[in-house]
C-alpha cells in the first residue's frame, strides 16, 4: 500500500507558473509509474502527464504538451509537475497517481489503470 500527497497548488496569474509535487510513502520500495491527473468543476477527470517507473518515458495529453512537464526523484521517489505558460482554462484540482506497471518503461494514460491515488491540490490561475 501506497499514499500519496501532492503539494505545490495555489492561485496564479495568467501567463503564470507553478511546481506540483507528490510524494509516496508507504511502500516507497517498489517501483511505480505515476501520473498526473485534473478534474474541474461539473467535469471528468481527465489524463494529463505520466512517467514510466524507469523515469526515461513520459507522455502528455495535448492541451499541455510544451507547457508542463512532468519528472521524477528516483532518490526522493517524488514525483513533480512543472506548469508553465498557465491559463485560466488550467483551474482545476489535480490529482496525482501511481501503479505498478509490469514493465518499466510504460507510461499509464488511463486513470483506470492506476491503483493509488492523492487527495488532490487546488490550481487557480486568474485572468
Known amino acids: 500500500q501506497v499514499q500519496l500527497a501532492e503539494s505545490g497548488g495555489g492561485l496564479v496569474q495568467d501567463g503564470g507558473s507553478l511546481r506540483l509535487s507528490c510524494a509516496p510513502s508507504g511502500r516507497t520500495n517498489s517501483n511505480y509509474a505515476m501520473g498526473w491527473f485534473r478534474q474541474a468543476p461539473g467535469k471528468e477527470r481527465n489524463f494529463l502527464a505520466g512517467i514510466s517507473w524507469n523515469g526515461r518515458n513520459t507522455d502528455y495529453t495535448h492541451s499541455v504538451k510544451g507547457r508542463f512537464t512532468v519528472s521524477r526523484d528516483t532518490a526522493k521517489s517524488t514525483v513533480y509537475l512543472q506548469m508553465n505558460s498557465l491559463k485560466p482554462e488550467d483551474t482545476a484540482v489535480y490529482y496525482c497517481?501511481?501503479?505498478?506497471?509490469?514493465?518499466?518503461?510504460?507510461?499509464?494514460?488511463?486513470?483506470?489503470?492506476?491503483?493509488?491515488w492523492g487527495q488532490g491540490t487546488q490550481v487557480t490561475v486568474s485572468s
Open positions: 497517481a501511481a501503479a505498478q506497471p509490469l514493465s518499466p518503461i510504460l507510461v499509464l494514460t488511463s486513470g483506470g489503470q492506476y491503483k493509488y
